[in-house]
């Protein structure tokens, strides 16, 4: 992209400028708000945020577009690429898509996170594509001596009476054009779409399915050693000494040393919760063998404060917590201790869920090279801006002296919003002064994530005599210090079913944490709904009500006056949806077969979801079937990535419900590999049957809001056959057997 | 010490250490980075090649075992993408961050090498040790059934009659 670009007319307006390319064509970069930006605010910390997007129109009728967000597999290298080509009205065949690197001077909103891309960049993205347009219409114009008006453009031709010319014939004359307004140009009505809404393959697909290099640990610079990174198993625990001349003398090693950063200014504390990077480089020719050399090394360890931390001792403390008064009040509605007090049935629970790794697929990794005073990087990163910010505050460099190429990640799942590796690999390679590729084990992975954290939460429920829900309490024991929850362990106060009982407190006490949490795909969601969702159920069945319309019922009582982000109406539509499709209460289901119900919004997207599952009476668990019924606006961007998205999560959420749970003894997390966190397998994913409900509102995104309900709806399906509440997972840990 | 095996059809020969696994050989020695590292104890089949066409995790097996055999790669598995489990693989979508795939694919075109039509419990049974923990299970099934398809009526690569020839 850089290099054979002049410099051309720039557009006074200052939204759009168009370049000639040396060897022919136009280059178009675009600069304006991003849509939805006060909404994104809360991601990106950038209010201000603009967006750039560019455009590349060469003479053979190529459009090569930047994907300038980073790909984790959630598809918006294929999705933003697809609003511009949409507008440019060119056939997908002729676009090509390349990964830009981050260039916080280019690009602004460079990030992978909460669902973001759709709503950030649904509008803007067509908007430079139409404004592209515009632009080889009037250059065609001109070159026809008559009016833009009367010229019509599609499938990359400009057409005037019975003439013609291709974008590629037009693209240089177009770099002459002044760039139109991109606020006003016009887009296309919807029912003319062309692209948006058609299932297009991820752009990636034949480099994927032939083995060619993208990740991040594909990574091969020349002169390059390989590093691994020996941390105190300990969550913060620091090196005092160790054994560096024996590990120094093994094979295939060239260097082994403690690492300690030396940056002046503080780093952001929500990364280096435990502090900056401590530990031990080794560094060598080989990957394996520098691998191989960390079983001879033998440390001493300053453990720290957290060595006294444990999952049994959370699970004591949070008892003991719940019998006390809450320590915070996080909203109140009514009253809901008197509502309780003169309820005409009660119910009380006590929901438990554990710790979760993120587990992406591709070990962490980083190659980092010092060269001429700079520092250049190849990381997987979901956050390439924060980042860089941090990362030259850690090192005591300029943030302009370093160079980030995003590759793609094998998954993200939050796991990459942190950069944690990405200084240990700079570090390394500062120390080293040879180009580094750091990369992580599995056991490194597991051990050493930002944790969803595992929560607590002492419910009491209350139903007047015609079973209506009239109050509830829920006493959240979560992990934090003084006013602050640890990162991702926080509940919002307006999570429902606030605003949809007349007596609600939402109460929290908190637990000291020396381990590192942070967001998992739908975080919080991920958990509350679980307990939400589940609680929820048993005051159904509580009440004698089906389950399903005692919901429905739930979400007609939205008490008046209270206005929340949350319209009921659409999550009514995606429960009566997906009622209907999955025959509930409508079907004869096998004895031992049954179903559940749950829902949950999350990330601005509606979803309901139904899951038929078969308990023998020996407590063998078998999910059959899971019915999806979502709600994301009005337009499915890439309607095949928008299926594999949402089964994709709703079989994470499986994985998550079965099995999965990361427990610490001794400040060390035990989990280490996936013999023990135990992700989903193909012979245990049912069918997941996806429907959407197309709303008259703004498109969002699909990356996390079908995960939260999987895990309630299957364990309201196991107490339909079992009779028995699964209050704490993983399920694994339950006996389902029943008589 | 010298050791040669035969790699996507050439003779190969690699001096290191003969207890290195075959998957650090591909990937850093002879700079073949499609198979990948996912856990390195076979749990998760990401490393998975061919070793005289049966499925091997590459992250376990030394190279000195490999000395004499036939090794195909994700890299070896056809010139330009077109075996009928890439071509499949591309027309059902089956990827999201597409770090399991090199795997799957392997675990798959080994299936079908055996059994040209697999039923769903075949499939289940020959992928249950390629974790995608995206969860792309749904399409990688669907993928080996169109695969079979696709590989009993191989489409011709000149022009297919589109329409109107069978009136
Ligand atoms: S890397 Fe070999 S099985 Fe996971
Ligand atoms: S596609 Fe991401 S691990 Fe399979």
């Known amino acids: ?739 | 010490m010298a050791i040669a095996f035969t790699l996507n059809g050439k003779p190969t020969t690699v001096d290191v250490p003969p207890e290195m696994p075959l998957l650090w050989v591909l990937r850093d020695e002879l700079d073949l980075k499609g198979t990948k590292f996912g856990c390195g104890r076979s749990f998760c089949g990401a490393c998975t090649v061919h070793v005289d066409g049966e499925p091997q995790r590459s992250c376990r097996m030394a190279v000195s075992r490999a000395r004499g055999r036939e090794i195909t790669t994700i890299e070896g598995l056809s010139e330009d993408g077109a075996h009928p489990v890439q071509a499949a693989w591309q027309e059902i979508d089956v990827p999201q961050c597409g770090y399991c795939q090199a795997g799957q694919i392997m675990s798959a075109s080994a299936l079908l090498a055996s059994n040209p039509q697999p039923t769903d419990s075949d499939i289940d049974e020959a992928m249950s040790g390629n974790i995608c923990r995206c969860a792309t299970y749904t399409r990688i099934r669907a993928a080996i059934h169109r695969a079979a398809d696709l590989a009993q009526a191989p489409p011709t690569s000149h022009e297919t009659a589109t329409g109107g020839s069978e009136a």
Request: proline share 7%; net charge negative.
């Open chain 1, 1 to 739: 992209m850089t290099g054979a670009d002049k410099a051309g007319n720039l557009s006074r307006r200052g939204f759009l400028h168009v370049t000639a390319l040396a060897g022919g064509g136009m280059l178009l970069g675009a600069r304006f708000p991003l849509n939805g930006a006060r909404g994104a605010a809360a991601a990106t910390a950038d209010a201000e945020a603009t967006l750039n997007a560019f455009i590349r129109l060469t003479p053979d009728g190529t459009a090569t577009i930047m994907a300038q967000n980073p790909e984790i597999g959630q598809g918006v290298k294929t999705m933003l690429p697809m609003l511009i080509a949409e507008e440019l009205d060119i056939p997908w065949r002729q676009v090509r898509v390349e990964q830009a690197d981050f260039d916080a001077t280019k690009y602004r909103g460079q990030m992978a996170g909460g669902s973001m891309a759709t709503p950030m960049h649904y509008e803007s993205m067509r908007r430079v594509g139409a404004a592209a347009r515009a632009m080889l219409v009037a250059a065609a114009a001109k070159e026809w001596k008559t009016r833009p008006e009367k010229c019509t453009a599609g499938a990359g031709v400009v057409r005037f009476r019975n003439k013609s010319l291709s974008y590629g014939e037009l693209a240089s004359a177009a770099a002459e054009v002044e760039p139109p307004n991109p606020r006003t140009v016009p887009l296309k009505d919807p029912k003319d779409f062309q692209i948006i809404g058609q299932a297009i393959p991820g752009v990636d697909n034949p480099k994927i399915v032939t083995g060619k290099p993208l990740f991040g640990i594909d990574v091969s610079v020349p002169g390059m050693k390989y590093a691994v990174f020996e941390k105190c198993r300990v969550h913060g625990g620091k090196v005092r000494s160790a054994n560096l001349d024996a590990v120094k003398a093994s094979p295939g090693v060239t260097d082994a040393f403690v690492v300690e950063p030396t940056g002046s200014a503080a780093p952001s504390p929500s990364i280096f919760q435990v502090g900056l990077p401590n530990g031990i480089a080794i560094v060598g020719d080989s990957w394996w063998l520098v691998n191989e050399a960390r079983s001879k090394l033998e440390v001493t360890w300053d453990e720290g404060p957290t060595a006294s931390q444990s999952t049994a001792a959370f699970d004591r403390q949070a008892e003991e917590l719940s019998k006390q008064a809450p320590e915070q009040d996080l909203g109140n509605d009514g009253d809901a201790a008197g509502a309780l007090a003169s309820a005409a049935k009660t119910l009380e629970a006590a929901y438990r869920y554990p710790f979760l790794a993120h587990a992406p697929l591709e070990p962490q990794n980083t190659t980092a090279h010092f060269h001429d005073g700079e520092l250049e990087m190849w990381a997987p990163i979901q956050t390439p801006q924060f980042a860089r910010g941090d990362l030259a505050k850690a090192l005591g460099i300029p943030e302009d002296g370093i160079t980030i190429h995003l590759t793609r990640m094998g998954g993200g799942f939050g796991r990459r919003l942190y950069w944690d590796y990405m200084l240990e690999a700079a570090l390394i390679a500062r120390q080293a002064e040879v180009p580094v590729k750091l990369v992580w084990t599995r056991e490194d992975d597991t051990r050493f994530d930002y944790f969803r954290p595992g929560g607590y939460h002492f419910l009491q429920g209350g139903l007047d005599d015609s079973g209506n829900l009239v109050a509830w309490r829920d006493h959240f024991v979560s992990f934090g210090e003084g006013p602050r929850f640890a990162p991702s362990a926080e509940m919002a106060r307006n999570e429902f079913p606030q605003a949809f009982v007349p007596n609600f407190a939402l109460q929290a006490s908190k637990m000291p944490l020396g381990i590192p949490t942070g967001a998992l795909r739908a975080p919080t969601s991920n958990a509350i709904s679980f307990v939400v969702q589940s609680f929820i159920d048993e005051l159904a069945a509580e009440a004698g009500k089906d389950p399903l319309q005692f919901r429905l019922d739930l979400l007609d009582a939205a008490a008046p006056g209270t206005r929340t982000s949350f319209d009921a109406g659409r999550m009514k539509a995606v429960l009566e949806l997906v009622r209907d499709k999955s025959g509930w209460g409508k079907v004869d289901l096998p004895e031992g077969t049954g179903q559940g119900v749950a829902f949950h919004f999350s990330h601005r997207g509606y979803f309901a979801e139904v899951v038929q599952a078969a308990v023998s009476r020996e407590g063998e668990l078998g999910v059959e079937k899971i019915w999806i019924a979502g709600d994301v606006g009005r337009q499915l961007v890439n309607p095949s990535n928008a299926v594999n998205q949402v089964q994709g999560a709703a079989l994470d959420g499986l994985g998550q419900a079965l099995d999965q749970e990361i427990t610490f003894e001794g400040g060390r997390t035990n989990e280490s590999n996936f013999h023990n966190f135990k992700l989903l397998r193909i012979d245990q994913a049912p069918p997941v049957e996806v429907h959407f409900v197309i709303s008259d509102n703004q498109p969002t995104g699909l990356g996390e809001p079908a995960l939260p309900p999987v895990p309630p709806a299957l364990c309201n399906a196991i107490f339909s056959v079992t009779g028995k509440r699964i209050r704490s997972l993983p399920i694994s840990r339950h006996d389902l057997s029943w008589a």
